[in-house]
């Protein structure tokens, strides 16, 4: 929540300095609920491990903040906060720790978007397309807690984090109908290679309240879909398959 929050603070200050020489600027706040599914599976010499989805509901916040200017040779600029939650059972060996019956396990993936775009088609007031390049930079940390060995040391608890920037392709497409407060919009990031995959998909439609003369608040509902399917051969073998997915609701506002 306090990351959510300094975003929308410094956007505000950002939209306040630079709506005089900027187009647009638009951000927004909410709460995307998630339902989880899938599994982690691990294969070596030493046995075989798996940590399946429960399958729970988890309510997480998001924030995300648009600049569009007028210079044509830069692109626009989208950043987003999200992160999403599984939770899930443990069984068998993996490489660093093994459960004796079966443990407790969170998945946390908390991404920034940093995207960088471009205006394909602008040049009407109700139709617009965007491409660019998102640049998704995670922190993914995992926990389990049971009966388990770790390096030949019986524990109670397992856990580890790593941090990584993934590249994707970024599609985004917009429909404001003519003469009413309604828009239609969805969005898509994608990376694929093999069988190794990541999608990141929206769609929406918003409200736009005429309300204030400069600032134009805005309601959002919409559903989200997040895949993500890795998959690691070698002398061990591990595949991470997980969905994420449901609705959420969120407050924007136009400068």
């Known amino acids: 929540m306090k990351k959510i929050l300094s975003m929308v603070a410094c956007g505000t200050v950002f939209a306040t300095i630079a709506t005089a020489d900027i187009a647009r600027v638009e951000m927004g706040v909410g709460a995307w609920a998630q339902k989880s599914s899938g599994e982690i599976t691990y294969t070596s010499s030493g046995g075989t491990g798996n940590d399946k989805s429960l399958e729970k509901d988890e309510t997480n916040g998001y924030a995300w903040l648009l600049v569009k200017h007028p210079i044509p040779i830069l692109p626009n600029l989208r950043i987003e906060y999200t992160n999403v939650k599984n939770s899930g059972e443990t069984t068998g060996s993996f490489k660093e720790f093994s459960v004796a019956t079966t443990a407790n396990s969170t998945l946390e993936i908390k991404q920034f978007d940093i995207i960088p775009y471009y205006n394909i088609l602008d040049n009407t007031p109700w139709i617009t397309i965007d491409l660019g390049i998102d640049v998704k930079a995670t922190n993914v940390s995992y926990k389990a807690i049971g009966n388990m060995t770790i390096n030949g040391v019986a524990n109670t608890s397992y856990s580890e984090s790593t941090s990584l920037a993934i ?54 509902v919409g559903y989200r879909v997040q895949k993500i399917k890795i998959e690691e051969e070698g002398s061990t073998n591990a595949t991470m398959d997980l969905s994420f997915s449901g609705i959420y609701a969120g407050l924007m506002l136009r400068f």
């Open 167 to 220: 590249p994707l392709l970024y599609a985004r497409a917009r429909v404001q109908i003519p003469a009413t407060n309604i828009g239609f919009e969805s969005d898509l990031k994608y990376i694929g290679y093999n069988s190794n995959s990541i999608y990141d998909f929206r769609a929406k439609v918003d409200y736009t309240l005429d309300i204030m003369p400069i600032v134009q608040p805005a309601l959002e």
